[in-house]
């Protein structure tokens, strides 16, 4: 594969770094160059804030001086003797989680759980190595688009449209299912638009907010509940004949959308859940008698990427809608403000 020589590189970049939490600022450090086999350089086109990083944001897990982003779209500008399946000048989409694509992890369709995990710096940022890049990136047919619509349809599926994608497919969406879905962020909302893809007849989807119970309806809720919790898991059966929902998507990761999601299945039904769990327990006999089907954590996203990337080609889902602000990589700041207040759903950053 072609490489370039590191001095076609600029010497510095910019990039957001979390400081301390509530603390997000714009550095300039070191572009990052080639470690070693498997390693490619992109040039970033868009990067985004996810709802995980406002974990640390708010003080919910430490952080300290630390590089952020983990979603990210990108042209291939440097890449290593070895690496196979991209080469410079490739627009691609890369996974949030890494993988060498060939050990029995991967092979059995978890590469998000790949036993030689890369790693790669920060996302939100104008460059990024990326190690393990012939398991990890996916080519885009006909390069970086002119539309910045379909730019930001790609970008969601580096991540929230991937394990939206993730907690419908181990929820079982499918005909004749009803699928309720626990969250009304950007990953619950393209838990809504998956479950709907796949053909669930009826997605039930839980919001108290105006604006994102709008968006799910678009994404194809049939129903929107605005209760939580017991009473939330009460409607649903209501909607159910008394049997609860053939499967839920759980996309929050706290003690009561869990609690949620399982009082809103039915026996025998399915919960994926992908929300970055912070605090749960599950009571063992309770989830005895409940018999519910349980499968999630990191979604192997690049497992489901070339087909993602097919159906953006061809207009059939347009999940970048869940960005409800684009702003440049230099306000990053005022994006982790709206989000942590709740203005808007996702923070598209133009690189």
Same mark, same amino acid.
């Given at each position: ?11 510095? $970049? ?18 990052? %160059? ?5 390693? @490619? ?11 995980? #990083?406002?974990?640390?944001? *708010? ?7 630390? &590089?952020?982003?983990?979603? &990210? ?5 440097? /890449? ?5 399946? @991209? ?9 949030? $989680? ?6 029995? !992890? ?20 104008? &460059?990024? %190595?990326?190690? +393990? ?20 349809? &790609? ?31 950007? @990953? ?12 669930? +007849? ?8 105006? #604006?994102?119970? /709008? ?12 209760? *939580? ?72 996203? *690049? ?8 159906? !953006? ?25 709206? $989000? ?6 996702? @923070?598209?950053?133009?690189?």
């Amino acid at each position: 594969m072609s490489t370039i020589a590191p001095s076609a590189l600029p010497t510095t $970049m910019k990039a957001v770094v979390m400081k301390a939490p509530g603390e997000v600022v714009i550095d300039e450090i070191p572009v990052p %160059r080639l470690h070693g086999g498997g390693d @490619v350089i992109l040039k970033l086109a868009a990067s985004c804030i996810c709802g995980s #990083d406002l974990w640390p944001y *708010r003080g919910l897990q430490p952080v300290k001086d630390q &590089y952020m982003g983990h979603e &990210y779209v990108g042209t291939v500008v440097a /890449a290593a003797d070895d690496v196979a399946s @991209v080469e410079v000048g490739d627009f691609v989409i890369g996974s949030f $989680m890494l993988s060498d694509g060939t050990c029995e !992890i991967c092979e059995a369709g978890y590469p998000s759980r790949c036993a030689n995990a890369g790693e790669y710096t920060g996302a939100q940022a104008q &460059y990024m %190595r990326v190690e +393990q890049a012939d398991g990890s990136l996916v080519v885009v047919p006909g390069g970086r688009p002119d539309d910045p619509e379909i730019l930001a349809d &790609y970008l969601a599926a580096s991540d929230v449209l991937g394990t939206g994608w993730y907690a419908a497919v181990a929820a079982n969406a499918g005909p004749g299912k009803t699928i309720a879905v626990v969250g009304d962020g950007a @990953v619950g909302l393209c838990a809504v638009l998956a479950a709907k893809t796949l053909g669930a +007849q009826t997605v039930i989807a839980f919001s108290r907010h105006e #604006d994102r119970a /709008a968006l799910a309806r678009e994404f194809g809720a049939d129903v929107v509940v605005a209760e *939580r919790g017991e009473e939330g898991a009460a409607k649903v059966r209501e909607l159910t004949g008394g049997y609860g929902a053939h499967g839920v998507c759980e996309a929050v990761g706290t003690q009561e959308s869990m609690d949620q999601a399982l009082a809103s299945c039915r026996p025998g039904g399915r919960i994926g859940f992908v929300g970055v769990s912070h605090d749960q327990e599950i009571d063992g006999r309770d989830l005895f008698f409940r018999q519910v089907h349980l499968e999630g954590g990191p979604a192997p996203v *690049r497992r489901f990427l070339p087909d993602l990337i097919d159906r !953006i080609q061809r207009r059939q889902i347009r999940p970048g809608r869940v960005f409800t602000a684009r702003i440049p990589l230099e306000d990053a700041a005022d994006g982790y403000r709206a $989000m942590d207040e709740r203005r808007e759903i996702k @923070v598209l950053l133009e690189v």
